[in-house]
């Protein structure tokens, strides 16, 4: 029997004894659990304060990382296979479609709960002296939620996605100056934004790659950093905010 | 008053603490209540993943992601909407070209909303409290931005058909739309006077009705607010403009048209 506790206890190493030590001790000394102080503010843990937007961001964004993982590994960036990848998940994959789905759902998600917690931010000021910087993060934050959810969206290459795309990328060819057709243009259509973006003058394979790209590597990496800069500057700000 | 002058004299400056040093300080170092993360924070936030977990669960059993026809570069569809978050956006394409709806608007919206914790002046009024009503003029211009942009997603999403017509959800698509009125441009000259009439007007009238917010702010976050703030509201007045009054363009050019 001793071979067991043994096992349990190098996992969790503080048994479950209750006591104020124990307690501090369990937050202190967990991988996991150490982003969070050991003790915190009674008016910070208000669910009628924070609405958990915040926290529930993260469990958004680790939903879509993992079902997003589990999707790559029937996903090729392809124009020729993408389309069929995707048949193949709504028709041959067990629980294709059911994953496909969770994915987009927690992307949605996490565009509105970036957006209600920034909401929420700014109502209580949390944005005042020190946190001015953490909201620049904040804003950072939220520009890579929607390139994120932007990129996913011409992954299926199908009309929808296509066409969305296009709207999208329009735009970037009438930025002023550096747009092939915007206002005091100086460059031609090969040349300008949207050609960096798409990597060509019309959507096609080079376009999936770099999407595919930044969808799956360079964006979430991004998003990564910034979220572990937003959640140290927290911690060395004193927690979240509280009335003054 | 002898007795006055003497006591006067009788102080030492000691040291000067500016006040938001002080503050930093208290907010760092809060002197207030506080409870064990384990169980208090942590059992919260598990009840909040299992209730989303759930949620996330049921809404994408119920609801299938859209799969359309294969990518086809030759075949326009009906409406060609961008993802529904920047529907907007698409949406402002009706009151402004490209290069303001698409580029110099998500551009100035990012900056500003960056720029939010340097232009308010006040360092600690409504902290950690929904204290709405102590911060009225930042509220409301936050509150009318995130209303906008969300006002125009709804919009493009569901009030907008083939061609960007405009469709009640419940309207059949089939049905024709009128040809749209016969727009015209401000002249040249009365729409520069125009634009330069609203900045001017609009910076100028609460610099002197509010002169005490006015030098709360000081002379450059008041000039960014303000700028900022009249931008933002170019957009109700240019759909005001082009809705009421048939008016396309403010100033046109042939280089460029707002």
């Known amino acids: 029997m001793n ?192 050609f960096i973006l798409l990597g060509g003058t019309s959507i096609d394979q080079p376009t999936l790659i770099r999407f595919y790209f930044a969808h799956c590597v360079g964006l979430p990496g991004a998003l990564v950093g910034l979220m572990a800069l937003h959640f140290w500057r927290v911690r060395k700000a004193g927690g979240i905010s509280r009335p003054l | 008053m002898n007795d006055k002058i003497e006591i006067k004299e009788r102080l030492r400056l000691l040291t000067v603490i500016r006040e938001e040093a002080l503050l930093r300080q208290r907010d760092i170092y809060p002197r207030e209540e506080k409870v064990d993360t384990w169980p208090n924070l942590l059992v919260k936030e598990l009840i909040a993943l299992l209730i989303f977990t759930i949620v996330l669960v049921v809404w994408s059993l119920v609801q299938d992601a859209p799969l359309e026809e294969l990518a086809n570069p030759g075949l326009t569809p009906k409406e060609a909407k961008a993802p529904w978050y920047f529907v907007g956006l698409q949406e402002l394409l009706v009151y402004f070209d490209p290069w303001i709806a698409g580029v110099v608007f998500p551009t100035i919206i990012l900056v500003g909303l960056a720029l939010i914790p340097y232009l308010d002046p006040d360092p600690i009024k409504g902290v950690g409290r929904y204290a709405i009503g102590k911060r009225k003029f930042a509220t409301f211009c936050f509150i009318f931005g995130f209303t906008m942009w969300f006002a125009l997603v709804a919009v493009g999403q569901y009030f907008r058909g083939p061609g960007w017509n405009f469709y009640l959800p419940w309207e059949s698509w089939d049905s024709p739309k009128e040809v749209e009125v016969a727009l015209t441009n401000f002249p040249l000259v009365a729409g520069i006077a125009f634009l330069a009439c609203y900045y001017i007007l609009g910076l100028g009238i609460p610099a002197v009705t509010f002169q005490n917010f006015f030098w709360r702010l000081g002379l450059i976050r008041y000039h960014i607010t303000m700028i900022l703030l009249m931008t933002m509201m170019l957009v109700p007045v240019k759909i005001l403009l082009r809705q009421v009054f048939h008016i396309r363009y403010i100033v046109q050019t042939p280089w460029f048209n707002i």
């Open chain 1, 3 to 194: 071979i067991f506790i043994q096992m349990w206890r190098s996992l969790f190493r503080t048994g479950v004894t209750d006591s104020p030590v124990h307690r501090v001790f369990r937050v202190v000394v967990n991988f996991s659990l150490h982003l969070h102080p050991a003790r915190v503010s009674k008016n910070g843990i208000k669910t009628t304060y924070t609405f958990c937007l915040g926290g529930l961001n993260v469990l958004f964004f680790v939903m879509t990382a993992i079902t997003g993982g589990l999707l790559m590994i029937y996903y090729t960036p392809d124009v020729d296979k993408a389309y069929a990848n995707m048949l193949d998940l709504e028709n041959v994959i067990p629980f294709g479609t059911f994953l496909r789905n969770l994915h987009r759902v927690s992307a949605h998600a996490m565009v509105i709960a970036v957006s209600l917690h920034m909401l929420r931010v700014f109502l209580t000021a949390s944005y005042k002296s020190p946190r001015e910087f953490n909201w620049v993060i904040g804003v950072g934050l939220l520009l890579m939620t929607f390139l994120l959810s932007f990129t996913g969206y011409l992954l299926p290459w199908d009309q929808l996605s296509y066409w969305a795309v296009t709207v999208g990328t329009t735009m970037a060819e009438n930025t002023p100056i550096v747009g092939a057709k915007g206002p005091f243009s100086v460059l031609g259509p090969e040349e300008d934004m949207r």
